[in-house]
């Protein structure tokens, strides 16, 4: 083992003479450069002759202090001269961190930047329904260019391998709002009316909604991932150079399967959640199944069912729609996709929402109460 | 056989994926100070035999030793001590993209050296920057902003970052223009030869291979099958190696280095 780098300080008729010893490496250096940094006063003559080992480290403390108190370095090897050699040559000054601007015009700009973001993202989001719808019509009127296995696919990704989910999901949430209907409700001695409050809400409102935030999580997160993966690829540039419309390709058929299957996911779910809710109330209140149904269909009015029906296909679109858009949108890198993914599910998710609250008011205004 | 002068030293390595065997019965050995190029045609395992150098892939068999130390089944703590004697360029740079490029090279030496000068650590950044040839406002810029080639410079100052004795490089000169790629060569081997570094580069590239390296292995047949300089590789009768260094470009590569050799001979006369 080499001995860790030191210096001896000698004053001579022509000056004041450091000299280093040791090695002069990065693992060696301890606090030799704070040190050497104090001399005082500076010294003029650097000897490097009893330096036993040297790297760019050593070589780059040895030339800053040569440099800094405008000092010669005497006594080093080929080797050793070469070394500083070329770490002088490579002396110039370099920034660790970009600038950073003061922190309230950065708010300022931030804020600036997300409003203007998001007013383009709607921009957007609207031209690429534009460019979709045309797409569709371009398809009603050349079918043959309808790409059969490709939606037969995505219905598979999109619905059937998401009943297992949303049918677990649904199931606890019937029984959830069950119970705790049951439990507000027999404070007034109307536990009957569970009922009412299990076969209303979930063909109203939550079966769909419910339904919408789980495939916007599965599926619409899987949109934007692999067309984002694709752009990267450049798969998307290669489809349009062999004349392969990617609207066509990519898009009709996720955004077909989720609204054609939005419905049915959303009407499954809904049923399931009455099941559940059912179970519930043969449990905890002893209500049998005939009468449970006998009241369901005695109380749910059938305009409950088509509010959800109508609504569904909206959500579907508004869902594969933010998937495919935010998909096509990456570009650059791969953390782009991730970042395109995150938005794509969270605008998804606030404008099914949003939507859904305008339907409520609609509907309960054209007297579907 | 864990001489002084053999940096590394692989014996009867074998990998496998699956049903796929890559490396079966392969030995290679580097020698202290030299530039070892590895040649072989694309799925021949380069990258994979230089993975299970540093221990990113564990072999199904075989030794492998690095300064003398065998690095097979070490435990994590005890293999940093080796790890801080070599660094690395992955083909893209690996470069973290959440930190400039500045703050990526100053990575390994806050890891092993933690009471540091932040003063001394920017310096240091800022030389290894310059000496990897990159231009003085690339030290804070992050790697999406930069080029190609800027990038694996970049990778290489941070592969230079600890000052280490061994660099391991995946071809280095791949997707860079022939200019990026010769300032590359040059740069490597000004490092080489004034680091005193030992270098396993990985490449497709033949001009890299006459202008840089020392020693060239070839790659085929799931082992090593020729290890030496071009003109001892050029008189083995092995078809890929011939095909390799008498094809159209190797050709062409070849007559460019040796019109660069004579041309500084008679330069230096």
């Known amino acids: ?369 | 056989m864990s001489d002084l002068d053999t940096v590394i030293c692989v014996k009867g390595l074998r990998n496998s994926f699956g049903d796929a065997v890559v490396h079966d019965g392969l030995d290679l050995s580097v020698r202290r100070g030299e530039i070892l190029g590895v040649v072989g045609g694309s799925g021949t395992g380069k990258s994979v035999l230089m993975r299970s150098i540093i221990g990113l892939q564990t072999p199904d068999e075989g030794e492998v030793e690095v300064f003398g130390q065998s690095m097979i089944g070490r435990e994590d703590t005890e293999a940093k001590n080796i790890r801080r004697r070599w660094g690395v360029l992955f083909q893209n740079g690996a470069l973290f993209s959440t930190l400039t490029v500045a703050e990526n090279v100053q990575v390994p030496i806050r890891e092993y050296y933690h009471r540091m000068d932040e003063q001394l650590l920017n310096e240091i950044a800022a030389y290894k920057v310059a000496m990897t040839g990159l231009p003085a406002d690339a030290g804070p810029k992050y790697p999406s902003e930069l080029s190609g080639g800027m990038r694996k410079r970049a990778g290489l100052a941070r592969a230079l970052a600890l000052d280490p004795e061994l660099l391991f490089l995946d071809e280095p000169t791949a997707g860079l223009d022939p200019i990026g790629a010769a300032n590359f060569d040059e740069l490597t081997r000004g490092l080489q030869e004034t680091l005193g570094l030992t270098v396993f580069l990985i490449t497709h590239d033949l001009d890299t291979l006459h202008a840089i390296c020392d020693r060239v292995a070839v790659l085929a047949d799931r082992r090593v099958i020729a290890v030496g300089t071009i003109p001892e590789l050029l008189a083995l009768d092995h078809p890929w190696i011939q095909e390799y260094f008498n094809g159209p470009r190797g050709r062409v590569a070849a007559d460019a280095a040796h019109r660069q050799a004579s041309g500084e001979a008679a330069a230096g006369a």
Request: glycine residues 10%; negative net charge; charged residues 20%.
């Open chain 1, 1 to 369: 083992m080499t001995a860790s780098a030191d210096f001896t300080v000698e004053d001579k008729p022509e000056g004041r003479v450091v000299r280093v010893t040791g090695a002069l490496t990065l693992a060696q250096l301890r606090d030799l450069p704070s040190r050497l940094d104090a001399v005082d006063p500076p010294p003029s003559v650097i000897d490097i002759s009893g330096i036993e080992r040297l790297d760019t480290v050593g070589a780059w403390i040895i030339h800053r202090a040569a440099r800094d108190h405008n000092a010669t370095v005497e006594g080093g090897d080929e080797d050793a001269e070469r070394l500083i050699e070329h770490v002088s040559a490579a002396d110039q000054p370099v920034k660790v961190r970009p600038d950073t601007r003061p922190p309230f015009l950065r708010v300022l700009g931030e804020i600036g930047d997300a409003t203007a973001g998001s007013l383009r993202t709607m921009v957007g989001l609207l031209g690429f329904f534009g460019a979709l719808m045309i797409s569709v019509w371009d398809l009603i009127r050349h079918p043959r260019r309808f790409r059969g296995n490709a939606v037969v696919r995505q219905f598979e990704v999109v619905g059937v391998e998401a009943l297992g989910i949303i049918g677990l999901m649904s199931f606890l949430i019937g029984i959830v709002i069950a119970q705790q209907g049951a439990v507000q409700l027999r404070q007034f001695g109307a536990e009957v009316f569970t009922v009412n409050l299990i076969g209303r809400i979930t063909l109203r409102e939550l079966g769909v909604l419910m339904t919408a935030i789980m495939v916007a999580g599965r599926s619409g997160s899987a949109f934007a991932a692999q067309i984002g993966s694709m752009r990267l690829a450049e798969e998307v540039d290669a489809m349009r150079t062999i004349g392969v419309s990617p609207m066509e390709a990519l898009v009709i058929p996720r955004v077909l399967a989720a609204v054609v299957l939005m419905p049915l996911l959303g009407f499954y779910s809904s049923l399931i959640a009455i099941i559940g809710g059912g179970i519930f109330c043969w449990i905890d209140l002893d209500l049998p199944p005939v009468t449970f149904v006998q009241r369901i269909r005695e109380v749910v009015p059938i305009t409950d069912l088509w509010v959800g029906l109508l609504k569904a296909p909206v959500f579907g679109l508004i869902i594969a729609m933010s998937g495919c858009f935010q998909g096509m949108q990456v570009k650059g890198n791969a953390e782009e996709v991730g970042l395109r993914t995150t938005s794509a599910v969270v605008q998804a998710i606030f404008l099914v929402i949003v939507l859904d609250a305008f339907f409520a008011v609609f509907f309960s205004s054209i007297g579907w109460i």
